[in-house]
């Protein structure tokens, strides 16, 4: 299982970013940064106005009543989705859960990845399954997933999804295998080159 309780909530890790030179023209892109921020969120429902969007506002407000967590009514299997435009290499995902009140709701759910859409990408490879669900954020290590949509759902019936933040980082798959490679050994060559005169 890849899932681990939150302990530290300030972990991202700055150290595999390559800092760029002051010479740099040129732009790297963060290989690691929160890509669920800005793209487009649904759910398979919505209770008490707590739209699909507040779980990726960027906002990690723990408490429900503030207005930044999603919700759906309570159902089969609910889940909520979002769509990253464009496959990303995922290394990690962490949930805000909610903290005001029944944080064990959200025992039992799945984060899974993928390309398609069938069953509304439910079906999608299994990153983890939050089955001890005991602290304010759940980190899933999902380290070589790739995919457009990332999704969290609860299976079984009579289930409430309720999602305060997720956080989705990776890297596009053009970094690892194309422009960024060649826009960082361009960076070296700037960085490296002697001067010209
Ligand atoms: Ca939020």
């Known amino acids: 299982m890849k899932y681990t309780a939150d302990t530290n909530l300030d972990r991202r890790p700055t150290s595999i970013v390559n800092k760029p030179p002051p010479c740099a023209s040129v732009k790297l892109s963060h290989p690691t940064e929160n890509v669920a921020l ?5 759910q398979s429902s919505t209770d008490e106005g707590a739209a699909a969007e507040g779980a990726n506002d960027g906002n990690s407000d ?3 009543r503030h207005g930044s967590c999603s919700r759906t ?3 089969k299997n609910p889940w909520w989705r979002v769509d990253l435009t464009e496959s990303f290499n995922v290394s990690d995902v962490i949930i805000t859960n909610r ?5 064990d709701q959200l025992q039992g759910a799945e984060i899974r990845i993928g390309d398609s859409l069938e069953n509304e990408g439910n079906s999608n490879k299994l990153c983890g399954i939050a089955d001890a669900v005991f602290g304010p954020k759940l980190i899933f290590i999902c380290d070589g997933f790739i995919g457009r949509y990332v999704n969290v759902i609860i299976p079984g019936p009579d289930k409430i999804l309720t999602l305060c933040e997720v956080e989705i980082f ?9 422009k960024g490679r060649l826009d960082t050994a361009l960076m070296l060559w700037l960085y490296t080159a002697p001067q010209l005169s």
């Open 38 to 42: 800005g793209a487009s969120p649904t």
């Open 62 to 64: 723990n408490d429900f």
């Open 73 to 75: 009514r309570k159902s």
């Open 99 to 103: 903290a005001d009140c029944c944080s």
């Open 170 to 178: 990776g890297s596009e798959l053009e970094y690892l295998h194309g």
